[in-house]
């Protein structure tokens, strides 16, 4: 894995909040390495995995504090750009879809004028160019008929069609890397199919990175190549995603297990007994 | 003691050229002391037939006979004592002013319960949550102690009927387990009669004997959760909506 060129290397990366008690650690000593390929993030709610996500675009608010031995986009440092040059990053080389199309709409600009917006910022070009590229996405996106969505408000879309309309937003920059923030938790599973699979083909086709933020274990095992999970701001283990049934930490293995399964009924489910040691031991890094 | 019986459900929102059909020609049957699931994507109406049996949609036609009683427009206090709901989010559906103690208690005390001191300090131990919780606020609950004070306060009038819409949606999957857990007793220590809304159908074939698969406000397939194991379906949506639900695959989606 360390010869081959990875799109992004992170290595010891905190996130921090100042809070009355002293020094909050959201995310704690995460090191990690991306290719071209689906890397999943999984756990619990407040594990850190969104935190993860954000911090790698440099998005924590103040006070919050970002710190990392190494965050390097193809070899080049992030953690020492200024805001003004992570401008530049963000949304053109890394952009990132979140969790609900409702909250990160403009409700009040069409669709496509949002659209050939996120690209005509980071892309020179004409608006004819701009309007075509958005159209292109959006038929990329599997919206059968663009035009009317082009000039339509996010309110007069469903969950899933907004969900689509963010992704391809951030795509239409032609990203290096897509993170992924529950994507599809807000979507039915049918419509679910068919966001993973516009995001599945971009990795197969363009060669780009994606980070898969969820907390569905399954998606997750079934979707992508590896997963990092996480348990209280560390990552407590790193395996191939197919293998993720194997898994071998008790945190995984305790989260598989309360899970209701079809094809395995059982007559209680099992419940996670958290361990004090988890949370103090070292994150795992995934190099292989 | 009866469960649910309906047929022929209509619901519907708003008229005119708004008009919505938000349940067409349901019929379910539910024997008391069994438990059902009702699926299917947002807006199939899966809610909106709960809805419409507690008396919380105000257009309906069709015939409802719940726990003995054959519904009309208007439901009766006696009513309300015989059938409860658990909603989905626990983050909304609890009062952000009142304790635990006040929420329990008024809802004892609306029901015409005597000892409500003690009745509220069982119904805590009932539910798994202990003494130490009874003066906390909503905010001073996680999502899972939230769920289980809404479950406590569904028991109060000691029901018979339980309807609960997407009770773990809103938890992580390690509490979805503790509180699927939690009803699985209480319906096995009080007999209670479940009739339970989820899109996760690995949580309905957990926790129930029948299935009912719904479409655009349409049952499309009432199977047992055998026949569901098995993937055992007459229908090609319910099929559908099994694959989806074991996971991605790759080709599948791109159709």
């Known amino acids: 894995m360390s010869d081959k060129k990875n799109l992004l290397d992170v290595e010891d990366l905190w996130v921090q909040f100042p809070t009355r008690s002293g020094l909050f650690d959201a995310v704690r000593g995460v090191s990690f390495s991306l290719g071209k390929e689906r890397l999943g993030i999984v756990g619990e709610s407040g594990s850190g995995k969104s935190m993860t996500g954000r911090a790698l675009l440099r998005l924590i608010r103040k006070p919050g504090i970002v710190k990392a031995k190494r965050m390097d986009l193809l070899g080049e440092n992030m953690m020492s750009k200024t805001e003004k040059e992570m401008r530049a990053i963000r949304g053109q080389r890394i952009s990132m879809v979140m969790q ?69 937003m951030m795509l239409a920059p032609d990203p290096e890397i897509l993170i992924a923030d529950e994507p599809t938790s807000a979507l039915d599973v049918s419509v679910q199919g068919q966001v993973l699979s516009i995001m599945d083909k971009l990795v197969e086709e363009r060669g780009m990175g994606l980070i898969f933020i969820s907390h569905d274990l399954n998606l997750v095992s079934t979707f992508c190549d590896r997963v990092l999970i996480m348990y209280a701001g560390r990552v407590v283990e790193t395996c191939q995603a197919d293998k993720l049934h194997e898994a071998k930490h008790p945190y995984t293995r305790g989260l598989l297990n309360s899970l209701p399964r079809l094809d395995k009924p059982k007559k209680r489910l099992e419940v996670l007994q958290r361990d004090e040691a988890w949370r103090e031991a070292e994150s795992v890094s995934d190099s292989q | ?146 769920q289980r004070v809404a479950i406590a306060r569904a028991l109060a009038p000691e029901p018979q009927i339980l309807l609960l819409d997407e009770p773990t949606s809103a938890l992580d999957v390690s509490v979805q387990a503790e509180i699927l857990n939690l009803l699985v007793d209480l319906r096995a220590e009080r007999q209670l009669t479940y009739l339970m809304v989820s899109h996760d159908l690995a949580v309905v074939g957990h926790m129930c004997d029948h299935i009912a698969v719904m479409q655009l406000g349409k049952i499309v397939e009432i199977i047992s959760v055998e026949n569901m194991r098995a993937m055992n379906t007459k229908h090609e949506y319910t099929r559908h909506l099994l694959l989806a639900s074991a996971g991605y695959t790759r080709d599948e989606a791109l159709e």
């Open chain 1, 100 to 168: 609900d199309p409702k909250f990160s709409l403009n409700p009040v600009v069409t669709v496509g004028e949002q659209i050939m917006e996120a690209y005509s910022l980071h892309a020179k070009g004409s608006k004819a160019d701009a309007k075509a590229k958005a159209m292109e996405m959006l038929k990329a996106v599997m919206i059968r008929d663009p035009e009317r969505v082009f000039r339509a408000y996010p309110h007069e879309m469903s969950g899933g069609m907004g969900q689509r309309v963010m992704i391809a």
């Open chain 2, 1 to 146: 003691m009866s469960g649910v019986r309906i047929e022929g459900l209509n619901v519907w929102f708003g008229k005119g050229h708004d008009l919505v059909n938000a349940v067409i020609d349901a019929s379910l049957e539910v024997p008391a002391g069994s438990s059902f699931g009702l699926v299917g994507e947002s807006g199939s109406g899966k809610s909106t037939i709960l809805r419409a049996m507690m008396g919380l949609v105000p257009d309906w036609s069709g015939k409802m006979n719940v726990a003995g009683e054959e519904l009309s427009k208007e439901r009766t206090p006696a009513f309300y004592k015989k059938v409860q709901m658990v909603f989905q989010d626990p983050y909304a559906s609890l009062h952000p002013r009142h304790s635990v103690d006040q929420v329990l208690s008024e809802t004892l005390f609306l029901h015409g319960f005597d000892n409500i001191d003690q009745r509220v300090s069982k119904l805590l131990d009932d539910v798994g949550l202990g003494g130490d919780f009874r003066f906390r606020y909503p905010h001073q609950l996680s999502g899972g102690q939230r």
